[in-house]
């Protein structure tokens, strides 16, 4: 018998491809300090927080970053607003912070479409 898939295998499962998009997008290069890596060794590292599901898929709030940069330098925070509002221009972090202020929720429908979106 086929269980039925949960939302919280969709947002993992939509969680998983977006990384993978993300860090090939980028290239393996780390956002904040620029090393160069394989893809497949490197984080996907959020200037908002994961837990904002507003931004958490937000192709703007999330880079290609280096593990040591990402967990063990706590995602160089200030160097990760710098490039992002050179990237995006003036206001892209107020705009950020300001969309994880908003209650987001995803329909399994949305999570789906997402997933084929990025894969």
Known sequence: MKKNKTYAWYKKELDRVFSIFIRQRDKGRCFTCSKKSEWKDTDAGHFVKRQHLATRWDERNVNCQCVACNCFRAGQK??????????????????????????????????????????
């Open 78 to 119: 200030e160097t990760y607003a710098v490039k992002l509002e050179k990237k995006y221009g003036f206001g892209i972090l107020q705009e950020l912070e300001g969309l994880k202020n908003k209650g987001a929720k995803f329909k399994v429908a949305e999570l789906k479409e997402l997933i084929e979106h990025y894969k």
